[in-house]
C-alpha cells in the first residue's frame, strides 16, 4: 500500500489541495489516496448514520496512521527465520504513546493501536468554551516525563486549532520531542494558528484534508459536523 502527500511549494497551502507544506519545523501532511478520499466522502455524507461513522472514522485512522508512522523510531534486532539467521527491526524504546483526546479521540484510538500495539495510551480531557472558542483541560492520564518520545495526539477535527495547540503544549512540556497530530479533517484558519503559535515546535500534522473555512460557529466547511456526535449517536 502507498499513501502519498504531493508536495506543493510555499509556506501556505491552497484549500483543498493536497500536499505537504514545512513551516520551520511544523509539517502538515494531506494523505492523497482514492481510499481516503472514498471514506472521507462517506464520513461526510449526513446520511451516514452512527454505527457506519464509527467504522469509516476507524478505518481511515488506520489509513492516516500509516502515513504518521512513517518515520516511527526503530532498532535492529537479530532473529532466527525457521531457514536461517537474519537482523530485522523493531520499534525502539521508549515505546511511542497515543493520546486521544477526550471525548471524540477515542473513536480514534483502535485504528492507532491497531498499527502499534506496543504503544503506551494517555489520555486528554479538554472541552472548548462555545462563546470564548478557548479550550480547557479536565482530565490527564499520561506520565509526567515524556522525555524521548514519539507521541500521537488524535483529535478528529482541527477547526480553530486551540485543542490542539493546549494539547501539544501540554505534551511538549512534559518533555516530548516529536509530536504529530492525527486528524480527519483540518480548517485553514486551524492550520495557520497551528503554524504561528507552534512555530519552532517538532510538530507534524497529519489529515485527509484541509477544507474551505470556518463558518460563523467555527465548524469546518463543507466538513462533517460534530465528529464526537456523529460517531455517539448524540447529534440533535
Do not use: W
Amino acid at each position: 500500500m502507498s499513501l502519498t502527500c504531493r508536495s506543493v511549494g510555499g509556506a501556505r497551502r491552497a484549500p483543498g489541495l493536497h500536499g505537504s507544506v514545512t513551516v520551520d519545523v511544523m509539517r502538515i501532511h494531506v494523505v492523497d489516496h482514492p481510499l481516503v478520499a472514498h471514506k472521507l466522502t462517506t464520513l461526510r455524507d449526513k446520511r451516514t448514520d452512527s454505527p457506519t461513522f464509527r467504522r469509516l472514522a476507524d478505518e481511515l485512522v488506520t489509513l492516516l496512521a500509516y502515513e504518521a508512522t512513517r518515520d516511527v523510531r526503530t532498532e535492529q534486532v537479530d532473529i532466527e527465520t525457521p531457514v536461517t539467521a537474519t537482523t530485522g527491526v523493531r520499534l525502539s524504546h521508549p515505546r511511542p504513546m497515543v493520546v486521544p483526546i477526550l471525548r471524540a479521540g477515542l473513536g480514534m484510538l483502535d485504528g492507532m493501536v491497531r498499527l502499534l500495539p506496543t504503544a503506551e495510551v494517555g489520555f486528554m480531557g479538554m472541552v472548548r468554551n462555545e462563546e470564548t472558542y478557548e479550550a480547557h483541560t479536565y482530565a490527564t492520564r499520561m506520565p509526567d516525563d515524556l522525555s524521548g518520545r514519539q507521541v500521537y495526539v488524535v483529535d478528529p477535527m482541527l477547526a480553530t486549532g486551540g485543542t490542539l495547540v493546549a494539547a501539544i503544549r501540554e505534551l511538549i512540556k512534559r518533555g516530548a520531542d516529536d509530536v504529530t497530530a492525527i486528524c480527519l479533517l483540518a480548517a485553514p484558519e486551524g492550520v495557520e494558528v497551528m503554524e504561528r503559535e507552534l512555530a519552532g515546535t517538532p510538530v507534524t500534522v497529519v489529515t485527509a484534508a484541509v477544507d474551505e473555512h470556518l463558518n460563523a460557529d467555527r465548524y469546518i466547511v463543507p466538513g462533517l459536523g460534530d465528529a464526537g456526535d456523529r460517531m455517539y449517536g448524540t447529534a440533535g
